[in-house]
C-alpha cells in the first residue's frame, strides 16, 4: 500500500484516488505577473504565498514575469526526502493561469491595502499592501482550486469580488497603514492554522517587538507537510517540535521579538498573562481552556473543511466561546456526513461526540470496511475518539470526485493559511491603537469554495445563561487586570 499524504489522509489512496493523483501530476498552474506589478511588496508576497500553497497539492506550480520561470521547489525536495514518488503521466498536460495586472489569464486577483479583489473578466487594482498581499496568498490558491475542479466541486461560487479585511467591507480604498506593532500575545495550538498565522507574520517587513507565547505539545508529522504552509519535509522525517519550528522561523525574521516556547498542553500553560490570546487548536476543550486564562481579548480561529470561522472576544462585551460554541455546531452540521463515512448512524455518531467515548475494536473493524476508509488500518485509533479519527478527513480538507469515481479527500493548506492570516489581521487590529475600532464584530464566517459577502459577520446574541462570561468572578478578574 502506497499512500500518498495529499489525498485520502487515511485509506489507499493508490486504490481509490489514482486519477486524482495523476490529474494532480498533470496540472500546471502558471502564477503570471505583469512587469510594471512585480515592484510591489504586495504582489511579491502573495504570489510567493501562493506558490508555496499551491505546491503542497499541485506537482507542476510556478510564476512567470514576462518570461521569466521561478518553479516551486516543494515537489524536488519531497520526492528526495522520499514522501512522494514521481508518476508517469498518460494524459495531456492542462494549463491554468492566475494573473496579477493586466495579462492573459483565466481568473484575475487584485490587491490593495488591506483588500483582495478577484474577476474573471478584467484586471482588478493592484497596489502596495503588505495586509492585502498576505491574504491573497491564499486567495490566489483557493481560486486555482476551485478553477481546476471547477465541474466536480459542485458548492464552489464563480463571480467577481473584493473584499477589504480592514472593515469586512468591499471598498478597497479604505486603507489604514501600520509601521511597526508591537504584540503581547499567545498562541494557542500551533497546527495547520497556528502555522499559518506565524508565516503570515514572519513574512511582513514590519517592526514586530513585544513577547509571543508558542503552545503546542506536537511534533511535526509527515501529513503536515502537505496541510501546513511552508513545512519542510526534513522537519516532518525528524519530527521536530512544532513549537521550535516555528521560534526558528520567528526568531530568524523578527529579531525584536521575544518568542517564548512552551512544548505543553493548555492546561500546563496558565501562568501567562498575555493581552491577546489567539486559540487554534484542534478541539474545543483546549479552546475553552484557553479562554480561561482571562487575556483581555480572544481571537478564535477555526476551520472544517474549507469553511474558516474566526471571532474576536472580550469578557463583558462578546459573548464567549462557551456562548458561540458551545453546541459545537461545527460538530452537530457534520454528523450526517460522518454517519455516511464511517457507515454508523447520525445517532451513535451525535453520542459518541458529545460522550466523548472512545472507539473499540468493533468499532474501527466496521468503519475500516466503509468505502472511504479503503481498508485503512485504523488500529492506532482503539481507545481514542472518534473525534480524534474524523479530525483528519476534516482539517484542512475537501471531497474532489472526479467523473466516474469515488469522491477523494485532498489537502487544501490555503484553507488554515488563510485562517491563520484573518487570525494575524484581527491581532494587529487589537495591538495597533488606532486600529481597534476596526476589529470584528463576534464573528464571521467564509466558505473558500464560495465568494466574499459582505453578510458574513456573524451578530448573533450572547447566550443570557452563560455561565462564562456573565460570571462576576470572571468578570472582575478580567477587569481588575485589563484595567487601564
Ligand atoms: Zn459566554
Keep these: ?3 500518498d499524504p495529499r489525498v485520502g489522509l487515511i485509506g489507499d489512496a493508490e486504490a481509490t484516488g489514482s486519477s486524482l493523483l495523476e490529474s494532480l501530476a498533470t496540472t500546471k498552474i502558471v502564477i503570471r505577473i505583469a512587469r510594471k506589478c512585480e515592484v510591489f511588496g ?9 506558490l508555496d500553497l499551491l505546491a503542497r497539492l499541485f506537482d507542476n506550480v510556478s510564476i512567470e514575469i514576462e518570461g521569466d520561470t521561478i518553479a516551486s521547489w516543494v515537489k524536488q525536495e519531497n520526492l528526495r526526502a522520499g514522501m512522494i514518488r514521481e508518476r508517469a503521466v498518460r494524459v495531456p498536460v492542462r494549463t491554468l493561469i492566475v494573473g496579477i495586472g493586466e495579462v492573459d489569464a483565466d481568473v484575475h486577483v487584485g490587491m490593495t491595502g488591506w483588500s483582495v479583489l478577484v474577476s474573471r473578466a478584467g484586471a482588478p487594482m493592484v497596489g ?3 495586509i492585502a498581499g498576505c491574504l491573497a496568498g491564499p486567495i490566489i490558491a483557493a481560486e486555482a482550486f476551485k478553477s481546476v475542479f471547477r465541474e466536480t466541486l459542485r458548492t464552489a461560487v464563480f463571480k467577481n469580488y473584493s473584499f477589504n479585511a480592514l472593515n469586512y467591507a468591499t471598498d478597497p480604498t479604505i486603507d489604514a497603514p501600520i509601521k511597526d506593532l508591537v504584540l503581547d500575545t499567545i498562541l494557542i495550538g500551533c497546527g495547520s492554522i497556528g502555522f499559518g498565522f506565524i508565516d503570515a ?3 511582513l517587513p514590519l517592526v514586530v517587538h513585544g513577547s509571543l507565547t508558542l503552545v503546542d505539545n506536537g511534533a511535526i508529522e509527515k501529513k503536515n507537510v502537505f496541510k501546513y504552509s511552508h513545512v519542510l519535509s526534513a522537519d516532518a522525517i525528524s519530527g521536530r517540535d512544532k513549537v521550535d519550528v516555528l521560534a526558528g522561523w520567528l526568531v530568524s525574521a523578527h529579531t525584536d521579538l521575544a518568542v517564548e516556547r512552551r512544548p505543553y498542553v493548555v492546561k500546563d500553560v496558565t501562568d ?3 493581552a491577546t490570546a489567539v486559540i487554534a487548536p484542534d478541539n474545543l476543550s483546549a479552546r475553552r481552556e484557553g479562554q480561561e486564562m482571562l487575556s483581555k481579548d480572544v481571537v478564535n480561529a477555526a476551520i472544517a473543511g474549507t469553511n474558516v470561522d474566526i471571532a474576536s472576544l472580550r469578557f463583558g462585551k462578546t459573548g464567549c466561546i462557551y456562548c458561540y460554541y458551545n453546541d459545537s455546531p461545527g460538530d452537530s452540521i457534520k454528523y450526517p456526513s460522518i454517519a455516511a463515512l464511517t457507515g454508523k448512524s447520525i445517532d451513535w455518531v451525535e453520542r459518541a461526540y458529545i460522550d466523548n467515548r472512545p472507539l473499540t475494536r ?7 470496511r466503509e468505502a472511504y476508509f479503503a481498508g485503512a488500518d485504523l488500529s492506532e485509533f482503539v481507545g481514542q475518539p472518534l473525534r480524534s479519527l474524523m479530525q483528519r478527513p476534516f482539517y484542512s480538507q475537501t471531497q474532489i470526485a472526479l467523473p466516474g469515481e469515488k469522491p477523494v479527500p485532498v489537502s487544501t493548506a490555503f484553507v488554515s493559511a488563510f485562517a491563520g492570516a484573518l487570525a494575524l489581521v484581527e491581532t494587529i487590529k487589537l495591538a495597533v491603537p488606532e486600529l481597534e475600532p476596526y476589529r470584528l464584530a463576534q464573528r464571521m464566517g467564509w466558505d473558500l469554495m464560495g465568494t466574499f459577502k459582505s453578510s458574513f459577520v456573524l451578530e448573533e446574541p450572547r447566550r443570557p445563561s ?3 462570561c456573565t460570571s462576576r ?3 472582575e478578574v478580567h477587569a481588575e487586570r485589563w484595567a487601564s
Design 128 to 130: 502596495e499592501g503588505l
Design 42 to 50: 504586495s504582489v511579491r508576497l502573495a504570489a510567493s504565498r501562493a
Design 201 to 203: 507574520l514572519r513574512s
Design 272 to 274: 501567562i498573562i498575555a
Design 473 to 475: 468572578v470572571r468578570l
Design 466 to 468: 452563560c455561565a462564562i
Design 1 to 3: 500500500m502506497n499512500i
Design 362 to 368: 468493533e468499532d474501527t473493524t466496521a468503519i475500516s
